[in-house]
């Protein structure tokens, strides 16, 4: 009768879930952290960028350097390297600037963006753990008088965890190592 009872409150909890827990768990914790995290491939491509940007910069400045101290035999060579120095170090500075701006305003915004995502799914975790307890604690009445008092002076831990470790000390269960 108690196996029955159990059954039933954990079938009824299952389709609970289902029904109330599951579709605001996706629509307030699941789909907005899902939505923050697809934003920070498009960031470390940003980053990537500019790392390759700072690589141009610096072979076009490695390039002027050269030029400047062993001079070649065409004085237009200088001038073109320093114009695509010139040219790389605006577009680095550009890109630098920009991550340097926008970066920390995104992650300062990651809290007051995953805050209420986070208290709603302490809330469902909590409307869950009530209505199981709630649940759960009316199948105790099912149980022997005995069983019941059992359970309230901590005799059934005992007792379970008894079990265990005569499991554990089985060799298939290779837990005994």
């Not at 995290?37 to 990537?48: D, G, R």
């Not at 992650?107 to 409307?127: A, G, K, N, T």
Request: glycine share 6%.
């Amino acid at each position: 009768m108690a196996a029955n009872a159990y059954k039933r409150a954990v079938e009824e909890m299952e389709g609970s879930v289902a029904r109330g827990i599951d579709a605001p768990y996706r629509a307030t914790v699941l789909d907005p952290v899902g939505k923050l995290c697809s934003y920070w491939p498009e960031v470390n491509n940003a980053i990537s960028k500019r790392n390759k940007k700072l690589l141009d910069f610096d072979s076009a400045r490695t390039k002027v350097r050269k030029l400047t101290e062993k001079p070649a035999d065409d004085p237009s060579k200088l001038d073109k390297a320093e114009q695509e120095l010139e040219q790389a170090t605006e577009i680095f500075e550009m890109m630098n600037n920009q991550l340097m701006s926008d970066l920390p305003q995104l992650l300062d915004l990651r809290i007051p963006y995953l805050d209420p995502s986070f208290e709603c799914m302490v809330r469902i975790q909590s409307h869950f753990a009530t209505d199981g307890y709630e649940k759960l604690g009316g199948v105790q009445r099912y149980f022997a008088e005995g069983v019941r008092e059992d359970y309230a002076a901590g005799g059934l831990d005992a007792q379970v965890e008894g079990c265990l470790q005569e499991m554990r000390e089985l060799s298939i269960c290779g837990l005994n190592a």
